[in-house]
């Protein structure tokens, strides 16, 4: 499973890497999440502009074997949607990169300190 060390993670398997200004984010659904959800077919998020509650749910996604909600990481305002989504397969091949979901402008960036950290994520997965 592949779980890079530059980001932070959440119980719900979303993922978070805080941007260089420090106060942007992008959120996507981790590598784990995306083999247990199975072949994910469409990604629907709240609108640019929609704030977020930290653990609040700002999406779904529809794969084959089901539907599951994302769940923001930390509380914040969505300022950018993934336009490559419109391929949601893209979330398969490439969780971590071309398969991000949504940017967020953080309310607190000192909240990031709460997420689980990639060797607290590993063992949460059992790897």
């Known amino acids: 499973m592949n779980i890079p060390d530059n980001l932070r993670y959440t119980k719900d398997h979303e993922w978070l890497q805080l941007l260089d200004d420090g106060v942007t984010a992008v959120v ?43 769940f923001a990481p930390v509380a914040g305002e969505i300022v950018e949607v993934n336009g490559a989504l419109d391929d949601a397969a893209v979330v398969n091949s490439d969780p971590y990169n071309e398969g991000w979901i949504v940017k967020m402008k953080l309310d607190d960036p000192k909240s990031v300190e709460s997420l689980l950290s990639p060797a607290d994520y590993s063992a949460l997965i059992g790897e």
């Open 28 to 70: 996507g659904i981790t590598d784990f999440a995306q083999s247990e959800l199975g072949d994910i077919v469409f990604v629907e998020t709240k609108a640019v502009g929609t704030k977020v509650a930290a653990h609040g749910a700002f999406g779904t996604v529809e794969a084959v074997k089901t539907v599951a909600d994302l």
